[in-house]
């Protein structure tokens, strides 16, 4: 019997228990369950996690992954297509990828090419459209740096110190300044800017010593500003033929500062009695900070003292009076002081308080001070439990004493985090305790290699086996092997698939260090863990909607595969019912038709095809099909969240990831050879803003689109909406906008230019698609040469090609260039196209003489075992010597997950 068949077991006789002895009150505990269940019934939990080959990587890399599907219930259609998306660090849209699901599981790859990616922190978001539904915080997120040896020219290491004072706002940045082979950049004159958003906020000048280090004093007014702007820096470069060498730098960390909050266990510091405390401080990073402190009353008196214990995170316990409000009194690690409120004293109280949990038993307590019990001296109260959308428990009591025990049976919950919520006899929560149960340990993976130590290039194979509490069991994993020397990495830091979906995935908020809970020793980590969720919301749902019968609106149902819908209708806009379409895939030699409904609407439904694939769509076997017109309904995603793991942005990539990035410098030194041949000859004119005087003001466009990102588009206007890198479409005010600013609430419109003459967007649809040689986006306008004349927020300037005078074009000529209504050509989001990771055999003389310094030296999503639990892999090392690192993630038919890490030696 699987857990989840288990748990629906019991959770019966709970009800049973709790039906025998329910009371007539405003409420009852049964018409709350019975709430709380339809909810978590029709509304299943779906969570995504991705298992990348490394985790970090260069530009020029292709990034290995396998994305995993995990649910709470298994008796539905489980979505089969997962979305992964790529920001970089403005985050701006770098790429969608498509990933078909096959058993809840699927593979794909990214190139980082170096013509759209350059070194930075890029975030990747995964989801399903199903958890489109529901709040973005709960999707996938890790941050990824990316190093760059081919295209970066300026490497650095900057700090940055507070000089503020308290006055304004004043930080001094330290940057020493290198070039791509790590020579120091002495002697070199600098430019500086600070900018935040479209306002410059200090400027200056420079110049670097004799170690390539430069001092810049920046002053600002507004400390918010300053915190959210960039410092751009311009070296001068030593020929005067040479572009000038530049650089930007994030000024989030330039000011410290610092917040602490407390929270009391139940929600409420209530009066006389011994509560526990929690208490988390964070810089403006975002990270945790080391502190100290006491507790102090009216009188000044200490109260109570306290020390963090992880990552700026403690506890403490204290009895607060009546009456007295209470100031915590904070020293943190730089010597600085602060006082912080805590929360206001209740007179009256009750709440829940959780005392332990053995291995059979879950104990929790209604605690209630003296003056509550008086005045609600047995009235009754519920308590439910759920976990992981499954609910586990539900129970009334009656307040005759001023404490009620309560012995929760542990194998009722899942592992994972469990919600313990007390209720009102009216249905009103009033106290809330999160929990970690683990109940069903995670999968037992052990790996094992047929040697204890190998040589460069030798052949290694690795078994596997998997056991489920002792029971071997079949099951679906990814392996990666990397070379540790050149890939160290904190395993602490790691976003894997226990810390993901077991922790991460079910609260809201930023988790430092997330693999720390499932990593560190046992004792430490369940008490990190416990003051973690003391800190941390969930909030899936609202108890008070769903008392109301207030269920979320679902927009979007698991998709099974690939869509494309629309409407027919004529050209005066009637819909055209039963109307015949035909879609064709020429590059897979596919076709299949279908017909509207009565409304003209129609689906082709569980299309297969990769990116960047060409789709017609044809209504040509139709009666007066001449005026007949095709369209297409947009695909739609969710909105760009600005998302609280940009904490693990790092600051200098250069030197934390220096051993990676120097051997990859090595693996690409032929890329970077090529870039100083001297080639001779004429090319054709690349398309550039400053060929245009009213464009020339502006710098380095962020993002270029290539001609071939528009094949295949008929209407220039519905190809933007997608294809634009950063920018969104508002359909109400029918405009472009910066999409940053846009999810920030901002609708100033981008301005639209054409061939370097301003138009706007009604225009668009006059020029054609195949004409245009390229489209360069503009985030920002500094020197605000368009933005003072058309108040506009971001510039896209499009060009199109030059052509010579031709003769005359004929009747069939013209027609044969306007655009069809009824027959469109797409080029939709496919499925990421199949690859597999290269596994060199090194059988031969020959080919164990070639140099192998790869960092990732094998890489398998598909590992399967069988009912007996086992499976093997084979692969052949590379020339690094030192630990070879072994990760294995993955999960078992019935949904439980493992990992694992191996290390092995090379000699």
Not at 10 to 27: E, G, I, P
Not at 567 to 589: A, C, H, Q, T, Y
Not at 817 to 827: A, C, Q, R, V, Y
Request: include cysteine; charged fraction near 20%; hydrophobic fraction near 35%.
């Amino acid at each position: 019997m699987s857990l989840i068949k288990k748990i629906a077991s019991c959770l019966f006789f709970s009800l049973f228990f709790v039906a025998a002895f329910a009371r007539q009150d405003t409420v009852s505990i049964n018409t709350l369950v019975e709430r709380t269940q339809k909810l978590l019934d029709a509304y299943p939990i779906e969570k995504v996690h991705l298992h990348f080959d490394k985790p970090y990587y260069a530009v020029g890399d292709t990034v290995w992954f396998k994305a995993y599907l995990n649910s709470n219930m298994y008796d539905y259609d489980l979505s089969k297509v997962v979305y992964v998306e790529v920001m970089n660090g403005r985050d701006s849209l770098m790429q969608t990828l498509r990933i078909p699901l096959a058993d809840r599981m699927g593979d794909g790859h990214l190139v980082l090419d170096q013509e759209w990616y350059t070194q930075g922190n890029y975030r990747f978001r995964a989801y399903t459209k199903w958890m489109v539904n529901f709040d973005p915080a709960y999707f996938f997120n890790k941050i990824i740096p990316i190093g760059d040896v081919l295209n970066n020219n300026l490497h650095h290491t900057i700090s940055f110190k507070d000089v503020s004072n308290g006055k304004n706002a004043r930080s001094q940045a330290t940057i020493q300044f290198r070039d791509r082979e790590g020579k120091i950049l002495n002697n070199r004159k600098i430019n500086w800017q600070v900018t935040s958003g479209w306002e410059t906020l200090d400027n200056g000048k420079g110049e670097t010593d004799a170690m390539g280090n430069v001092i810049i004093n920046i002053n600002g007014n507004d400390r918010e500003l300053l915190r959210a702007g960039n410092l751009h820096v311009s070296l001068t470069p030593q020929s005067g033929s040479a572009s000038p060498l530049v650089g930007r730098f994030p000024l989030q960390a330039a000011l410290w500062d610092a917040d602490v909050q407390f929270f009391p266990e139940g929600g409420e510091l209530i009066a006389g009695l011994t509560q526990k405390i929690a208490f988390k401080a964070v810089g403006n990073d975002g990270l945790g900070l080391p502190v100290k402190g006491e507790v102090v009353g009216p009188d000044n008196r200490a109260a109570a003292s306290f020390t963090d214990t992880h990552l700026g995170m403690g506890q403490f316990t204290f009895v607060p009076q009546a009456g007295s409000s209470y100031t915590a009194k904070v020293t943190f690690e730089n010597g600085q002081e602060r006082t912080y409120p805590l929360p206001p004293v209740v007179a009256e109280g009750i709440g829940l308080t959780f005392l332990k949990a053995d291995t059979a038993q879950i104990q929790l307590a209604i605690v209630a001070n003296e003056a509550f019990h008086k005045t609600h001296e047995n009235e009754v109260y519920y308590v439910i439990a759920q976990s992981n959308g499954i609910l586990c428990y539900a129970a009334q009591a009656t307040l005759r004493n001023s404490s009620v025990l309560i012995n929760l049976p542990k194998d009722r919950f899942p592992t994972g985090i469990a919600q313990f919520t007390l209720f009102t006899s009216n249905g009103k929560p009033i106290s809330e305790r999160l929990a970690f149960v683990e109940n069903i340990k995670p999968l037992d993976i052990q790996v094992t290699s047929d040697k204890p130590a190998y040589n460069a290039k030798e052949p290694v194979n690795l078994d596997i086996a998997v056991n489920n509490n002792g029971d071997p069991t079949a099951g679906g994993y990814s392996i990666s092997v990397t070379d540790e020397t050149k890939v160290p990495f904190d395993d602490n830091q790691s976003v894997t698939i226990l810390s993901n979906l077991l922790l991460t995935s079910d609260i809201q908020g930023y988790v430092e260090q997330p693999n720390f809970y499932f990593n560190g020793p046992d004792g430490i980590r369940w008490e990190a863990l416990d003051v973690l969720l003391l800190t941390q919301g969930y909030r899936r749902f609202s108890y008070e909607e769903v008392l109301a019968g207030q269920y979320p609106q679902v927009y979007f149902l698991p998709e099974q595969g690939i869509e494309i819908s629309g409407v027919l209708r004529l050209n005066n806009g009637k819909p055209v019912p039963n109307g015949g379409l035909l879609l064709s895939i020429p590059e897979r030699s596919f076709r299949t038709d279908t017909y509207t409904n009565e409304n003209g609407e129609f689906a082709f439904k569980d299309l297969v095809f990769t990116d960047s694939v060409r789709v017609t769509i044809n209504a040509r076997g139709n009666d007066n099909y001449r005026n007949m017109v095709i369209n297409v309904n947009p695909t739609q995603f969710p909105a760009i969240d600005s998302s609280s793991y940009r904490a693990d942005n790092l600051l200098n990539i250069d030197t934390s990831l220096a051993p990676y990035l120097s051997n990859s410098r090595n693996e690409y030194r032929t890329s970077i050879l090529l870039e100083e041949v001297e080639v001779t000859g004429r090319t054709g004119p690349a398309f550039t803003h400053k060929d245009y005087p009213a464009l020339s003001g502006l710098s380095m466009a962020d993002h270029r689109i290539e001609p071939d990102r528009l094949k295949g588009c008929n209407v220039l206007m519905m190809c933007l909406r997608t294809v634009l890198t950063g920018i969104t479409y508002d359909d109400r005010s029918q405009n472009f906008y910066i999409t940053r600013d846009y999810n920030a609430g901002g609708r100033i419109p981008v301005q639209f230019f054409l061939n370097g003459m301003a138009v706007d967007v009604n225009a668009l649809n006059g020029i054609v698609p195949a004409e245009i040689e390229g489209i360069e986006i503009f985030m920002r306008d500094e020197l605000g040469v368009v933005s003072r004349s058309y108040q506009n927020n971001g510039v896209v300037s499009i060009y199109t090609k030059k052509k010579e005078k031709a003769p005359r074009m004929s009747l069939s000529e013209i027609e044969s260039m306007l655009p069809k209504s009824n027959i469109i050509d797409l080029t939709p989001l496919g499925y990421v196209k199949e690859r597999k990771f290269y596994v060199p055999k090194y059988d031969t003389p020959e080919r164990r003489a070639v140099n192998d310094i790869r960092s990732t030296i094998y890489w398998n999503p598909d590992v399967t075992t069988g009912d007996d639990g086992k499976a093997r892999v084979s692969y052949y090392n590379a020339d690094g010597k030192g630990s070879y690192r072994v990760v294995v993630e993955g999960t078992d038919v019935h949904g439980n997950i493992g990992r694992t890490i191996y290390r092995y030696t090379i000699n």
